[in-house]
C-alpha cells in the first residue's frame, strides 16, 4: 500500500530563508509524487509532480523537489522564502488498488514566513 | 480560476436540513472526486466517478450521496448530517481515471452543521 509521511506539521522561516518541507513515502510500485499548496479558504493547488522522469521536479513560484529512491524522500525546497509562500503543503502519491488510483495526502505542513 | 467551480462556498445547514452541493468543471477531464478536509486529518477520499460512473465509494455513510449525470457535473447531495460532518469539502477533476497528471481542485465548501 502507497503512504506519506510529512515530518513537522508547522514549519517557520524568515523571510529569505531556505525552505525544506519534508516527505516521505511508502509504495510498492516505482511512485508518482505530488506536491500540492493551499492558501487560506481556498482549493489545493498543483506545485510538482514526479512521474519517473528527471529526478530533481522543478515546479511553480520557485519551488522544487527532489525524489530520492534511497531515501523514499521526495522532500520539497525553494532558496529564498518570501511572505506570499505561507500557506499550507500537501505532499501526495498515487495510490494502486481497487478498480483505479487515486491521491493519498500526507497530513499536511503549515509553512509561516517571518518579516 | 482553477477550472473547477464549486458551489456554494458556505453552507451552515441544521441536522434535519437536505442541501446539496455543486461542482462544475469545464477541462474536458472524465474522472471527478469528492475530498473531504476536516481539521488535523488528512484528506479523505470519498467517491470518485469515471466517465460519469462511480467507481469508488470509500466507506461513506450513506447520509452523503454522489450524484454526477454528466462528466462535467457532480453533486453531493446531504440530508440528516452530524455535526462531525462539518468540513471542507473538496472537489477534483483529473484527465483520466489513472490521475498520474495529477488533479484540479475547487475552491470548496465550507460546510458547518449546527
Known amino acids: 500500500a502507497q503512504s506519506v509521511t510529512q515530518l513537522g506539521s508547522h514549519v517557520s522561516v524568515s523571510e529569505g530563508a531556505l525552505v525544506l518541507l519534508r516527505c516521505n513515502y511508502s509504495?510498492?510500485?516505482?511512485?508518482?509524487l505530488f506536491w500540492y499548496v493551499q492558501y487560506p479558504n481556498q482549493g489545493l493547488q498543483l506545485l510538482l509532480k514526479?512521474?519517473?522522469?528527471?529526478?530533481l521536479v522543478k515546479g511553480i513560484n520557485g519551488f522544487e523537489a527532489e525524489f530520492k529512491k534511497s531515501e523514499t524522500s521526495f522532500h520539497l525546497t525553494k532558496p529564498s522564502a518570501h511572505m506570499s509562500d505561507a500557506a499550507e503543503y500537501f505532499c501526495?502519491?498515487?495510490?494502486?488498488?481497487?478498480?483505479?488510483?487515486?491521491?493519498?495526502f500526507g497530513k499536511g505542513t503549515k509553512l509561516s514566513v517571518k518579516p | 480560476e482553477t477550472g473547477v467551480t464549486q458551489t456554494p462556498r458556505h453552507l451552515v445547514m441544521g441536522m434535519t436540513n437536505k442541501k446539496s452541493l455543486k461542482c462544475e468543471q469545464h477541462?474536458?477531464?472524465?474522472?471527478m472526486y469528492w475530498y473531504k478536509q476536516s481539521a488535523k486529518k488528512p484528506l479523505e477520499l470519498m467517491f470518485v466517478?469515471?466517465?460519469?460512473?462511480?467507481?469508488e465509494n470509500n466507506s461513506v455513510p450513506s447520509r452523503f450521496s454522489p450524484e454526477c449525470p454528466n462528466s462535467s457535473h457532480l453533486f453531493l447531495h446531504l440530508h440528516t448530517l452530524q455535526p462531525e460532518d462539518s468540513a471542507l469539502y473538496l472537489c477534483?477533476?483529473?484527465?483520466?481515471?489513472?490521475?498520474?497528471?495529477?488533479?484540479?481542485f475547487g475552491s470548496g465548501t465550507r460546510l458547518t452543521v449546527v
Open positions: 514526479y512521474t519517473s522522469a528527471a529526478t
Open positions: 509504495s510498492s510500485v516505482p511512485p508518482y
Open positions: 466517478y469515471n466517465f460519469k460512473e462511480q467507481t
Open positions: 477541462l474536458g477531464h472524465n474522472a
Open positions: 477534483a477533476s483529473s484527465q483520466d481515471e489513472w490521475g498520474g497528471s495529477g488533479y484540479t
Open positions: 501526495a502519491v498515487k495510490g494502486y488498488g481497487g478498480s483505479q488510483g487515486n491521491l493519498i
